[in-house]
Every structure is written in C-alpha cells, then in structure tokens.
C-alpha cells in the first residue's frame, strides 16, 4: 500500500532563514502532490500543487519540488518569520481513487525570532 | 477560495449520548465531503466518504453504526458520534473538493470532541 513519509516531525529554524521539508512517498506513482499548512486546533489549509510533470512550483516565498524518480518532494519557506510556524502536510491522492487524499504525519516548523 | 464552514468547533458531551456535527460547504456544491478523524501529532485518518444522495464509504476499522454520516443535500453533510464514549474525544475535520481540474481540498475548522 502507498506510504508517505515526513522525515522531521518537528523543524526549529532562525527568523529569516530558510526552511527546508522532505515528504518521501513509496509504492506509489501519484500524478501530483499537495502541501497543506495546519494551525493547531485548525482545518489544514491548501498552500500548493506540484504534478508529476512539473520538476518545480513557487508561490510568493514558497517553493515545491518533486522528483519522480526519488519518489521525493521538497517544501522551502524562504525568509521565514515567525508566522509561519505551523505544521505542514503533504498530501498525495489515493491510489485508489483520486478524489480522496492520503496524508503524511506532519511537520512542525517553529520559526525562531 | 472555496469556504467549508463545521460546527461546533469545540463539544464536550457525556458518555453514552450522541453528537452531531455538520459540515457545509459555503459557496459551492459538494457531490463528496471527507471526513477525517485526527489525534494529537498524528496525521489526518480518513473515515468515510460522504456521497450526497447515497450511503457513506467507510474505511477499513471504522464503524458505521458508531458514527453516522449524511449527506442529505448538496452543500450538508453530518457526522453523528453515536453513544459516544471517552475513547471517541479527538478531532474531527471535513473536507470537500471543488469539481473540475482543480483538486485541492478544502477544509472545515475542524471539531474537538471531548467525551467525559
């Protein structure tokens, strides 16, 4: 079965900085892949999609790679501040039916002033 | 962006009574809403798949007399915890996807369930 993996649970980094996430998946060939941002007590919240023919995405301070080949996807946050500690997941859509999304455990990213 | 509205946020209910919680989806129709059920530090768990007009899809592991789904109308559907018990306290959160090219979910603000 599809397995995603989000190799830190927790990312402590310095203000201004630039955060690094890894989302690793397996028995699987997802045609995209997803990052969502989640506050605590909170619905998580979509950031950005990265397809399977896209070796890279940006979005504002955000950038998502994706390499098919090491079944790998990367999240940075550049110039971080502190607002943008939260936990982060990637998300792949099921192998079984595209409308449902599996997962991963997290990230979370605390930004240190 | 798409807007999913759930409530309550946050329900605190006695052990052996029922909860509901609803999911509604703002300002556009949802043929499909996902309800996921998620512990502390974990990640999001899928439940079921919520059809409107049909019966709910249930993941492998969870009840469906236990917890309840509707989908009763195009922008509604309702997860009821049934004779809750303390090992049923979590959060819960829906989720809808807008219909077309466009895949991304959108979720509700999530509810905290405590059963005492």
């Known amino acids: 079965s599809q397995k995603i993996e989000q190799n830190s649970e927790a990312l402590n980094i310095q203000e201004g900085k630039t955060a690094t996430l890894t989302c690793n998946y397996t028995?699987?060939?997802?045609?995209?892949l997803q990052w969502y941002r989640q506050d605590p007590g909170r619905g998580p919240v979509f950031l950005l999609l990265?397809?399977?023919?896209?070796k890279e995405k940006r979005k504002e301070r955000l950038k998502v790679t994706f390499d098919t080949t090491l079944k790998q996807s990367l999240f940075h946050i550049t110039a971080s501040q502190p607002a943008d500690s939260a936990t982060y997941l990637c998300?792949?859509?099921?192998?079984?039916?595209?409308?449902?999304?599996?997962f991963g455990s997290g990230t979370q990213l605390t930004v240190l002033p | 962006g798409a807007v999913v509205s759930q409530h309550p946020s946050r329900v605190i209910c006695k052990s052996g009574t029922s909860v509901k919680i609803e999911c509604r989806s703002l300002?556009?129709?949802?043929?499909?809403m996902f309800w996921y059920r998620q512990f502390p530090k974990k990640s999001l768990m899928l439940m079921a798949t919520?059809?409107?007009?049909?019966?709910?899809?249930?993941e492998q592991g969870v009840e469906k007399d236990k917890f309840l789904i509707n989908h009763a109308s195009l922008t509604l559907s309702t997860l009821t915890v049934t004779s809750a018990h303390p090992e049923d306290s979590s959060f819960y959160i829906c989720?809808?996807?807008?219909?077309?090219?466009?895949?991304?979910?959108?979720f509700g603000q999530g509810t905290r369930l405590t059963v005492v």
């Open positions: 989720s809808a996807i807008l219909q077309g090219s466009r895949t991304e979910a959108f």
């Open positions: 028995n699987y060939s997802p045609a995209y």
């Open positions: 990265i397809r399977e023919n896209e």
């Open positions: 998300a792949l859509p099921h192998s079984g039916s595209a409308r449902q999304l599996t």
């Open positions: 300002d556009f129709q949802a043929t499909t």
């Open positions: 919520s059809n409107e007009g049909s019966k709910a899809t249930y």
